[in-house]
């Protein structure tokens, strides 16, 4: 398995205390993991900064999984990236044959 943390750090909530915002929005997402029954893959978080905005995300991904960004999907047969689906277009993609 695989965490996967990213936190966009250009609002005004960073400007003076990047270190202390960044620290803090890691702290609540610790203390959100911490025993939670559903933490395993496909389970995520949505990060917010000081001022209630959504900065980022966290989830948790399987071995080999690949990270889906902002309706990006990544085909894991052929490695093509395409936006706003969860299906390979190409003909020839092993996914399309079941692997063969």
């Avoid at 960044?22 to 203390?31: D, F, G, Q, S, V």
Wanted: net charge negative.
């Amino acid at each position: 398995m695989k965490l996967v943390i990213e936190i966009n750090m250009t609002n005004d909530a960073f400007v003076n205390f990047r270190d202390a915002e960044t620290a803090r929005i890691l702290r609540n997402l610790a203390t959100r993991i911490d025993g939670h029954p559903h933490f395993s893959p496909g389970h995520d978080y949505a990060l917010h900064d000081i001022n209630g905005n959504e900065v980022g995300y966290c989830v948790v991904l399987k071995d080999k999984q690949e990270l889906s960004i902002r309706g990006e999907w990544t085909c894991p047969s052929c490695g093509r990236v395409y936006d706003n689906t969860t299906a390979c277009a190409s003909d020839d993609c092993l996914s399309k044959t079941g692997g063969k």
